[in-house]
């Protein structure tokens, strides 16, 4: 007969499977993640685009502009 497990062990294989399982959902959430572009109105409404509609294709576009012209801009001081 074997004697019971010691009680941090049992702890110890709790936690380590929340954790098998917290890293199991980020990698499935990580491949299903496909990016977009999301507006916000003053009203508090927002809208998401796809990158393979017309219109997310051109807020990419525009985006990548604005990152470009604000990486060349040094912060005065």
């Given at each position: ?44 409404r927002t809208e998401d685009h ?28």
């Amino acid at each position: 007969m074997t004697p019971p497990p010691k009680p941090h062990r049992v702890l110890l294989d709790r936690v380590s499977g929340y954790a098998d399982e917290a890293a199991a959902y980020m990698r499935r959430r990580r491949a299903s993640r496909k990016p977009f572009a999301r507006l916000y109105y003053a009203g508090g409404r927002t809208e998401d685009h796809a990158t393979d509609s017309a219109a997310g294709g051109e807020l990419f576009v525009a985006a990548g502009r604005l990152i470009e012209v604000a990486g060349k801009r040094r912060p005065q001081r």
